[in-house]
């Protein structure tokens, strides 16, 4: 079965029990995740979120350069008091270069790319350093916010706080 | 129990009964979702995801515009052939404009955000056949990639298909 359907088919099984429409739309733990992409990482069941409770935010390497939009939609707009952000062992981000990645998309794609930051990095803990300090040091933000960074290993299941 | 040691004691739940360390890094379902960061809509849940099927990309609003590096590392270097763009009902993009939350970044934060848009929309279905149509045209996705698009029914849990 195409994966489309299988989602679809997923949903219906889902929607067919479901007990939760009448949930209010600012998250009631009032906390934004800002974690990777990746498909290893399920933010919900590693944290015990429950639907309502978090603003989940996903890119690629959990980067908060790119999810400021967001994040400030969440903080001002919803009310969120604390960022958590969730980058992890073994990711693709630590893999290639954005020289690497401005060729490829020149060469598989025949297109140009070179204007884009892919945001990777060499340094786990120090991603999720730059990226806290990224987020206190935006005038975006304000100061009031907690902001908290942790590494997930993809063997153990276990977080990791960065200091 | 502040939020962040709530989420450190239910990780160590998680930990304690983990089996899933030996998961390879590219989505075996070879897909990428996107969705927004709505805290009532947990895609594992909604699709019936397990660790290691899928991308999860979550951003507010689910924009594709904002996706846009999340989805060339997606594609081009881990392989994923499908992208599934998940708007939902209620959604807070629905409920502001770019100069009400510039107004209130200037009075609340006594910041200029004035160089973001923040991708707002006013109806629901066109927001995500945009985001299809951006992405359909962007050389930056290749058109062998499958794009579909839906809206998520937080009421009822349910999955609509945009045409």
Do not use: W
């Not at 998250?27 to 979120?49: E, F, H, Q």
């Amino acid at each position: 079965m195409p994966v489309v359907d299988e989602f679809i088919k997923a949903n219906s099984t889902y929607a067919s029990d479901f007990h939760k429409g009448g949930l209010p739309l600012p998250p009631a733990r009032k906390v934004a995740v800002l974690a990777c992409m990746d498909a290893r990482l399920d933010p919900a069941k590693i944290l015990g979120l429950e639907e309502g409770d978090a603003h989940v935010i996903r890119n690629a390497g959990g980067r908060a350069t790119d999810a400021l939009r967001s994040l400030v939609i969440s903080e001002l707009l919803l009310g969120t008091q604390t960022i958590v952000i969730i980058h992890h062992t073994d990711c693709g981000m630590l893999t290639f270069s954005d020289e690497d990645i401005h060729k490829k998309v020149r060469q598989e794609l025949h297109a140009d790319a070179d204007h884009i930051s892919f945001l990777p990095f060499t340094d786990l803990e120090q991603s999720v350093r730059d990226d806290i300090a990224y987020l206190k040091a935006t005038r975006l933000i304000p100061d009031s916010i907690e902001i908290r960074g942790f590494i997930y290993d993809v063997k153990t299941g276990r977080l990791n706080e960065v200091q």
